[in-house]
Structures are given as C-alpha cells and as structure tokens.
C-alpha cells in the first residue's frame, strides 16, 4: 500500500484470467482494479496457430508490446506483417486489427487500452469463459 492508502501494483498470481479458445488475458491495470486509471493494460496470450478475428475498439486507441514469440498482425489497410519480440504497434482507435501466431510457442503480447474500458467487449464474446485467481486454462488437444 502507498501512503494514501491505495493499492499500487497487481499480482499475477492475484489475477483472474479470461479464456478464449483462441489464448487467454490477464488484466493488471484498469479502473475496475485501480479507481480512476484512464488506461488498461494486459497481458495477453495467444496459443500456436491460434489468432483472434479482425476487430475495432469504436473508443480506444491499443498499444502492442510483443514480449515473445512470433506472429502476424493486421492493422487497417496496411497488410499483413511480421511480429515478434521487441516489437510494438500502434493500433489508433476504430481501426480493424488482428493479431495471430505463427510460431511453435505461445506468443505474449502487453497489450494497452487508452483511454481504457475496451477491454469490458470482450466479456461478450461467445467462447469467453473466468477463471478465479490461481486457475490455469487447460488446452485440449485437436483430435
């Protein structure tokens, strides 16, 4: 706790983690955790030759910080083009993006809303599913 009282840093282990077939995310800054945050920021995981469809955020720009792995992303009309650690994106807001893997292991992306809240759409997704702090996905096998 600072001074004020308030809360400064997450935990991972602290985290619940949202699910989709595609990956999973773990949200460590946004308002809902940080009263007043103007941003949100993630870790996201995406699974090998998984990705997530094309999609807009109408109120948020989205900053992507590529930590490991490899992949290809989509942003507007500039094509298909390579990601891979060290890299970052700039997706501006209203904009069609997508991200998928390329590669053998999972691709970790930080991915940040700003202003934040377009991380509450995905709550609507048809495969989104919670899991409670300290619960692991379990990835089935394709038969």
Known sequence: MSESGTRAHTVQAELATEVFDWGSIKWGVSADRFSGAPLTVGEVI???TKGHDLH???NSDEVL???DG???QTVGDSGEFPVRA???VFVPRGTLHSTFNTGWRQLRVIAIYT???AEL???DAPDYRLLTPGASPVWERAR
């Open 56 to 58: 807009t955020h109408p």
């Open 115 to 117: 202003p934040g809240g």
């Open 65 to 67: 910080y590529f930590i």
């Open 121 to 123: 759409a995905l709550r």
């Open 70 to 72: 490899e992949g290809i």
């Open 46 to 48: 995406i699974n090998p």
């Open 86 to 88: 060290g890299d970052f």
